[in-house]
Structures are given as C-alpha cells and as structure tokens.
C-alpha cells in the first residue's frame, strides 16, 4: 500500500514538474529576446541564460547548449546554497549572486518567484553596469515566466505548488540606500 502511494505520488510530481515546464517555455522567445537586448547593451557579456529554479533552461544566448544545461543545474545547486546562507545570516530573501573567476565573472539573479537569470561576463566588464542592466532584465523576464505560469493556468484549478526555493525567491522591491558613514565630529 505505501509502495503504491509513493508511486503515486512521484508521477503526480513528475507530471506537474512536466507541466510547469511546459507552461514556462510558453514565454521562451520573449525571454531569448530579452536576453539578447541585454547582450547588446553589455558587450562584455559572453553568455546568458534563463534556467528555473529547479535547473530547467527556459531559454539561452550562448554558443554551447550543452554547456547550459550543465549551467543551468550549478545554478539550481547554487541557488539552493545562496538561499540558505541569506536565510541564515538574515539578510533576507535571495536577490542576486556573483562569483568572480580568474577569466571572468558568474552573476545569478532572481528573475520572479520561477526563474534565474545566470550570465557569464569578461574580466574587464564594469560590474556596476553589469548590476544595473541584469537587474532590470531579471524583472522582465520574471514578468514574462510567471506571466505565462499565471495566464496558462486555468483559474479553477489551483497553480502548481512551487518548489521551495521558488517560494523563498522575493519579488522585486526597490533596494533601500546603504547608509552614509560620515567620521564624527569631535
């Protein structure tokens, strides 16, 4: 009896992950051209890419598909260690990674509750520039993702429960200014 509940259960998720992959990809070619305007603007990004939470890419602008797929999964894997550590330290939800390497930088950013958007940049990129751009990409293509999860599901049914860490992904809210630190006066 338990052996059949689980069963049960397993193909009820793994058809709900399918649909949900499913309902994503619905907005794919938006997401591509997103991705591309933001290549444009920064020529010092190499590479980028829309993956779930869960490591599914929902669209790319890289060379090597294969390659992705593996980016997209260190993504999910890394999303999953920058939710905890932000949970821990208390400094709230996860917004945003970035991982400099001798050849270049990694940069991670939550794109709504369902999507991240991962790009690869060169050493010399300004990564303030980097910053500003990818955020605000990483807004439309969270408008986009979750835009086609909400259109495609019918309203009778609930949506799909979300994994959890796409339910630990904030929505995006303006950053509060860094406080200034003037030496006092003696």
Known sequence: MRRALRQRAERSERSGRSERRQLM??????????LRRLRAR???????????????????????????????????AALGVALRLTDATGQ???????????H???????????????????PRINVGRLHLEARRSSARIGE??????????????PRPAPSTTAASLPTRQAIPPLPSHKPKEA
């Open 42 to 76: 920064i020529p010092q990004v190499t590479g980028a890419l829309a993956a779930s939470t869960d490591g599914l890419v929902l669209a790319r602008d890289t060379a090597d598909a294969d390659a992705a797929e593996g980016v997209a999964a260190l993504t999910a």
């Open 25 to 34: 990809t619905a907005a794919e070619a938006e997401v591509l051209g997103e």
């Open 144 to 157: 986009l993702v979750d835009g086609a999860l909400h259109r495609r599901t019918p309203q009778s049914e």
């Open 104 to 122: 270049g930088y990694v940069a991670t950013y939550a794109a709504g509750g369902s999507a991240v958007l991962t790009l690869l940049a060169e």
């Open 92 to 102: 709230g939800g996860f917004r945003e990674l970035l991982v400099r390497g001798e």
